[in-house]
């Protein structure tokens, strides 16, 4: 049998306290994501005077690396043992090198253009690895916090909470602070430094306010730790976690959908709807409150329907939103821009809330299959998929745009762009991720793991 990993993995209810103090956490990742995704290319094409192709180039090989790097923290962190616990001194590294690193790539000295490639190359790199430190041990702890079936949607549903209120400031508040500051290089600079304190302080106080989770205690069951094995049996392994290897194809077309939208979201804004930052923050507000405030709603359904068909029905609303953007005309108004956010933001709260939570329940149930305690490594193994799948959106949407002939500026100009431009750039926000989702969707509906598949398999395990 496997002992417990803390005191805190009963399936009785989690104090409000530890669910805020985990759930504050993913502000500083939601803003590391969200505005490198959405703001980077736009920094490099409109003030740097760099191809968007570039910028896929960039962020592809930065994913690339992090391949390796994920696997070797979540491996890591799984064989990790001090009295701060197995993942806690993880996330306080990456929560330092976090903010040096969004700094780093939203400020770089003046330099010559390939003095200026090897900084970002560089900045790219320390971003990823920061990156990884924190949030691969962070994805781990939701299913070694509790062992609640739906406990681990309550405490996730903080989660989701902090995510809209990262991805406000990642999208509204970077908008804000580059308009005030007129777009160009130094606005950029004042946007990093902020979000880059935002980013540390979110992230220390997950380290600090967490129960430092321990590992199995018993010697039983340590010489089938997954530190004691070699990484590419425990791998294979995993492929006998059916729901597992589902969530993971999921995520690929989901993950391929983000980068689409993330990488044109404000290039549309500017080139297609006329809208600029203005619109940007309009919609990033009303998606992230939406998002927040539907928290209960799809907590109740995911007990009433299960998470799959809850997750199921985030796809539906955000394939709809999707749609609809092939209806907006230049110069869309405010109502326009705010019924389409409503839509999407009740949409993405389901998936975000979904998909994480179904996450930690393949987790908890990997761990009644095999008697093994290696999240960290599962966690890992779900980061490569989604990075490599979004390093892959963001190049091919990089040579998308340049192939339909998307003109670059510098100093945070803009110019008319050609037709072929304009249509690149609606097909990379509306119809690439409604074709994503769709796909993901199919995943989706073959995904099998509930309650009582779950309970079955820890009963099985506890007779052994």
């Known amino acids: 049998m496997t002992a ?66 994920d696997v070797l923290i979540g491996t890591w962190s799984d064989a990790t043992r001090s009295r701060w616990g197995r993942r806690r001194p993880f996330l306080l590294a990456g929560a330092l090198c976090s903010a040096v690193a969004f700094f780093m790539l939203f400020a770089p000295p003046v330099l010559s253009q390939t003095a200026l490639i090897l900084y970002m ?36 549903s903080f989660r989701t909470v902090f995510v809209s209120i990262g991805q406000l400031l990642a999208m509204a508040g970077t908008a804000a602070i580059i308009r005030q500051g007129g777009g160009n290089a130094s606005a950029y600079a004042m946007m990093g430094l902020v979000m880059a304190l935002v980013i540390g302080g979110a992230m220390t106080a997950t380290a600090l306010g967490t129960p430092a989770i321990h590992g199995p205690l018993t010697a039983s ?88 068909n809850t997750y199921l029905v985030g796809v539906l609303l955000f394939c709809a939103a999707a749609l609809s953007w092939l209806l907006a005309h230049k110069g869309i108004d405010t109502l326009g821009l705010l019924w389409r956010g409503v839509i999407s933001g009740a949409g993405s709260g389901a998936l975000i809330l979904m998909s994480v939570s179904m996450l930690s329940d393949t987790m908890a149930y990997d761990r009644a299959l095999t008697g093994q305690s290696r999240e960290g490594l599962m966690s890992s193994t779900v980061a490569v998929i989604e990075k490599a799948s979004f390093a892959l959106g963001v190049a091919l949407l990089g040579i ?35 074709a994503m989702f769709t796909i993901n969707g199919i995943f989706l509906w073959l995904y099998d793991l509930d309650e009582t598949r779950l309970e079955k398999a820890r009963a099985h395990r506890a007779a052994l």
């Not at 037709?419 to 926000?429: E, N, R």
């Open 4 to 69: 417990p990993l803390t005191n805190s993995t009963s399936a009785e209810r989690l104090s409000t306290r530890i669910c805020l103090s985990f759930g504050v956490g993913t502000v500083g990742v939601s803003i590391m994501l969200n505005a490198v995704t959405s703001y980077y290319p736009a920094f490099l094409s409109t003030v740097l005077g760099q191809s968007p192709e570039v910028a896929g180039y960039l962020m592809m090989a930065s994913k690339l690396y992090d391949a390796v790097v």
């Open 121 to 156: 190359i560089a900045a790219q790199m320390l971003y990823s690895t920061a990156y990884s430190l924190f949030n691969v041990p962070y994805m781990a702890m939701p299913a070694e916090l509790t062992h609640g079936y739906h406990e681990r949607t309550r405490l996730l």
């Open 221 to 308: 069951h340590s010489s089938h730790h997954p530190e004691r094995a070699k990484i590419w049996p425990q791998l294979k392994l995993m492929t006998r976690n059916r729901p597992y290897m589902l969530l993971l194809g999921a995520k690929v077309f989901q993950f391929l959908a983000f980068a689409s939208i993330g990488s044109t979201a404000l290039l549309y804004m500017l080139n297609v709807l006329g809208v600029g930052y203005s619109g940007q923050i309009w919609l990033a507000i009303t998606q992230n409150v939406v998002s927040a405030a539907s928290m209960p709603l799809w907590v109740r359904l995911g007990k009433r329907l299960g998470k799959r």
């Open 400 to 434: 998308f745009l340049r192939a339909f002939h998307y003109v670059p500026t510098v100093g945070g100009k803009l110019v008319t762009q050609p037709p072929s431009a304009v249509l690149a750039l609606t097909m990379g926000y509306a119809v690439i991720p409604m």
